[in-house]
């Protein structure tokens, strides 16, 4: 079965420099949702969107944009990259049914950045 | 979204069932209960979800007390592949965010 595909799946960055990540989700699945991980750490969310439109924000600093296309792809933009942005970066997807709400999200492998 | 209490880490051996507790007291009637298991550095992957019935399918059991409060994941006959950190979340079934606590990590002894 098809899954969550993320790519780059590493990524080395400058300080100061932009990265740009992407996930393409599960056919048919509308929400996508973003995470970053850092080393020892748990995930914590960023943000998601469900039909192209943000739908929830976390802790997704300013310097940290994203969006969902109409393909349901969706890109994580990240400017003036610091060494601290270093970590794991997971998308997930699902897809939202009237009669239940949200099902349940699959994650991709992530993307592994690192900032020197 | 309300907040869980897990263990920060178990035991089982090998052959074993595993059987996973989580506490969420501040549940409410639209939240269900997920869990997640993360293998080192690879992306979380589902186990198992329920509302207020047990569920059961081909990776674990999940079975949830009456009053919603508290929930354990079952992993029938623990295997060293199912050594990895395992999360519980409680989530509005129109949310669209999952968040993570702590885990629990498991360690599977052979």
């Known amino acids: 079965a098809a899954g969550v595909i993320q790519s780059p799946r590493h990524l080395i960055k400058e300080k100061r420099e932009t990265a740009t990540l992407k996930c393409y989700p599960i056919?048919?699945?509308?929400?996508v949702y973003w995470y970053q991980q850092g080393p020892g750490q748990d995930p914590q969310f960023l943000i998601s969107f469900y039909e192209k439109m943000q739908s929830d924000k976390g802790s997704i600093p300013d310097r940290f944009s994203a969006q969902q296309f109409s393909d349901y792809h969706s890109e994580l933009n990240m400017s003036s990259l610091e060494l601290g942005d270093s970590a794991l970066y997971f998308c997930a997807s699902s897809f939202y049914s009237p009669g239940r709400g949200n099902t349940e999200a699959f994650f991709g492998q992530g993307t592994r950045l690192t900032v020197v | 979204d309300a907040k869980t209490t897990q263990p920060p880490s178990m035991d089982c051996a090998e052959g074993r069932a595993a059987n996973l507790p989580c506490n969420h007291s501040t549940i409410s009637g639209n939240e269900y209960v997920y869990w997640y298991r993360q293998i080192h550095s690879q992306g979380p992957q589902y186990i198992i979800h329920g509302l207020k019935n047990n569920e059961t399918n081909e990776m674990a059991s999940l079975i949830i007390t009456e009053d919603r409060k508290s929930s354990t994941l079952i992993l029938p006959h623990a295997t060293l592949r199912d050594t990895a950190v395992y999360y519980c979340?409680?989530?509005?079934?129109?949310?669209?965010?999952?968040?993570f606590g702590t885990g629990t990590s498991l360690t599977v002894i052979p």
């Open positions: 979340i409680v989530r509005v079934g129109t949310g669209n965010q999952f968040y």
């Open positions: 056919p048919r699945h509308d929400t």
